[in-house]
Structure formats: structure tokens, C-alpha cells
């Protein structure tokens, strides 16, 4: 039986110091939030950058400032429609 693969990425919202978590389904999707996020985070850590115990629940850490608050407002929208019409 094979390991399925870990599409996650979290992120840490600077203007109110949480994290969100968010596992994607395929990975069409998660590469498509990669690269959108890779846009407006200040930050990327990848999974072999990050703390073992962290990297065994992510692939990506990114760090989003707050003037990047509404556009990372509208991804988790986009993300939370798309769940679903699925």
C-alpha cells in the first residue's frame, strides 16, 4: 500500500498571528495555490526548511503580510467554493 501524497500548505497571517492549514485534494490545485501564494508571501519555507514535526504535516509554510490580507481573503474564498461545487 503506498503513502498517499501530503498536498499541504500553511500559513501564517501576519496581522493576527494565526495559521490556516489547507490539504489539497490533487496536485493541480495545490500547485496552482503554490504559485499564487508565492506571489504575495513575504516568505516560503518548504518542507525541508521547516522543523521535523512540522514538515510531517506540511510541504509548504508561507508567511503573508497584512497589506497582502485581501488577496489572501479572496484565495481562501476561491478555495472554500471550490470544496463546495465538488
Given at each position: 500500500?503506498?503513502?498517499?501524497q501530503?498536498?499541504?500548505?500553511?500559513?501564517?497571517?501576519?496581522?493576527?498571528?494565526?495559521?490556516?492549514?489547507?490539504?489539497?485534494?490533487?496536485?493541480?490545485?495545490?500547485?496552482?495555490?503554490?504559485?499564487?501564494?508565492?506571489?504575495?508571501?513575504?516568505?516560503?519555507?518548504?518542507?525541508?526548511e521547516?522543523?521535523?514535526?512540522?514538515?510531517?504535516?506540511?510541504?509548504?509554510?508561507?508567511?503573508?503580510?497584512?497589506?497582502?490580507?485581501?488577496?489572501?481573503?479572496?484565495?481562501?474564498?476561491?478555495?472554500s467554493?471550490?470544496?463546495?461545487?465538488?
Amino acid at each position: 500500500m503506498t503513502k498517499p501524497q501530503n498536498l499541504t500548505i500553511m500559513c501564517y497571517l501576519a496581522w493576527c498571528g494565526a495559521e490556516v492549514k489547507h490539504r489539497f485534494a490533487n496536485e493541480k490545485d495545490y500547485e496552482t495555490a503554490r504559485a499564487f501564494l508565492s506571489e504575495i508571501a513575504r516568505l516560503h519555507f518548504t518542507s525541508n526548511e521547516l522543523r521535523p514535526s512540522l514538515s510531517r504535516e506540511v510541504t509548504d509554510y508561507y508567511f503573508i503580510e497584512e497589506q497582502q490580507r485581501d488577496a489572501f481573503g479572496g484565495f481562501m474564498q476561491k478555495l472554500s467554493q471550490g470544496r463546495r461545487h465538488s
